[in-house]
């Protein structure tokens, strides 16, 4: 059974850093696109970032475009998402998503999800 699991979130000020990762466990990595996403209070969850299985494709939707990466390390079975100049606006759960279908993640569809982890930055 495909599990994911987030971590790094935390407590940062605006205009710092940070890096959130993932690691899947139970299939093989490189057979998923991968994603993030996130939720702020009393919002739907919305799509951010997505990786091909090789990396070789990425795509950012307009709010994490510029200052958000994302990465994938397959030796690792993790996804990160590098995080610069964050904004009291980014404070949200991240999710990360897996889909063997990397078109579908745009649509914050994905069949495996992550349990999220907390980012919240203060001003």
């Known amino acids: 059974q495909v599990q994911l699991v987030e971590s790094g979130g935390t407590l940062v000020q605006a205009g710092d850093s940070l890096r959130l990762s993932c690691v899947l466990s139970?299939?093989?990595?490189?057979?998923?696109?991968m994603g993030w996403f996130r939720q702020a209070p009393g919002k739907e969850r919305e799509f951010g970032a997505a990786?091909?299985?090789?990396?070789?494709?990425?795509y950012y939707a307009d709010s994490f475009q510029g200052r958000f990466t994302i990465s994938r390390d397959n030796t690792k079975n993790t996804v990160y998402l590098q995080m610069n100049n964050l904004r009291p606006e980014d404070t949200a759960v991240y999710y990360c998503?897996?889909?063997?279908?990397?078109?579908?993640?745009?649509?914050?569809?994905?069949?495996?999800w992550g349990q999220g982890t907390q980012v919240t930055v203060s001003s």
């Open positions: 139970g299939h093989t990595f490189s057979q998923y696109s």
């Open positions: 990786i091909s299985w090789n990396g070789f494709s990425t």
């Open positions: 998503g897996a889909s063997p279908d990397y078109a579908r993640l745009e649509y914050v569809k994905a069949d495996y």
